[in-house]
């Protein structure tokens, strides 16, 4: 726990389907949308995937303007308090969910313009007292998100034990995004392949990944893609985070 306040980007994602239990909530198509917390927004344009824990609990809460969110408890607690819900510090929860009702949702985020649409898939080590609970996964930049999604391609019993369909993993590539002058334009793919890390539960490789990737790729990393590519990380993040809350994709959110 750090000393003040964390500040997140809490990231739309629109949810294009309802499968299942979240069939609830159809009606309300094109207002629905999974909130991700993230610390840099501006890799959004290399997601590849949502992370949920399969076990945790979720909600969806109403927001503002007839929106639809999908998170933690926790979450919809604190967005009470800043001002994301209709009234003031109440939450206002429609439906019950767990990550397992989550499985394989499909999703459209703003600024991944690779695919169509991602899908939410299985992580263990998402913790639900952090952020929203609901993670977008950048395997070009996060150790975590590339352990987890290749383990995740790898094994075929791991998708049959989630529910999780081939296509909703294995068409799913790398999409690089900014570049490190040590590791190049994917450097948590080159970083894990480097530690020879085998899988998500190589805790202690994967801490030194992120140590050597986070880093450097906030303060020497240059944008290769979207409106800012040839900026420098640094300066390119708070204006691709200031246009996402512009454009109504993002949501400022502290805990
Ligand atoms: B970051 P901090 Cl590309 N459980 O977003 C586990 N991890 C979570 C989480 C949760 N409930 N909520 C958010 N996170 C992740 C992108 C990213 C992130 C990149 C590189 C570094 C990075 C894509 N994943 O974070 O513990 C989210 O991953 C570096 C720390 O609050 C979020 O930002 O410091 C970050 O952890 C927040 O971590």
């Known amino acids: 726990e750090g000393v003040g306040p964390q500040e997140y980007t809490l990231i739309k994602m629109r949810v294009l389907e309802f499968p299942g239990k979240l069939s609830e909530l159809a009606q309300h198509e094109g207002k629905v949308f999974m909130l991700a917390a993230t610390l840099r927004p501006e890799t959004m344009y290399g997601q590849t995937n949502a992370w949920v824990l399969p076990d945790g609990a979720y909600g969806a809460y109403q927001g503002l303007n007839g929106e639809i969110y999908v998170i933690s408890e926790h979450s919809a607690r604190n967005l009470a308090y800043q001002d994301q819900s209709p ?103 080159k970083v894990c392949a480097m530690l020879k890390i085998q899988s998500q539960n190589d805790k202690t490789k994967l801490e030194e990944a992120k140590k050597m990737t986070y880093l450097k790729g906030f303060t020497e990393g240059v944008m290769t893609v979207g409106k800012y590519a040839g900026q420098k990380v640094q300066d390119a993040k708070p204006l691709i985070k200031q246009d996402l809350l512009s454009s109504g994709d993002a949501i400022v959110y502290f805990e």
């Open 87 to 189: 009234e003031f510090g109440k939450t206002a929860k429609i439906l019950d969910l767990t990550g397992h009702d989550l499985m394989g949702v499909p999703l459209k985020s703003p600024l991944g313009e690779k695919y169509d649409a991602i899908y939410v898939l299985p992580l263990l080590t998402v913790s639900l007292s952090k952020g929203t609970g609901v993670v977008t996964s950048v395997p070009s930049d996060s150790p975590d998100d590339y352990m987890g999604l290749s383990d995740l391609k790898k094994k075929a019993k791991l998708r049959e034990k989630f529910g999780i369909k081939d296509e909703h993993v294995l068409p799913f590539e790398v999409v690089p995004v900014l570049t490190i002058p040590e590791f190049g334009d994917a450097a948590a793919e």
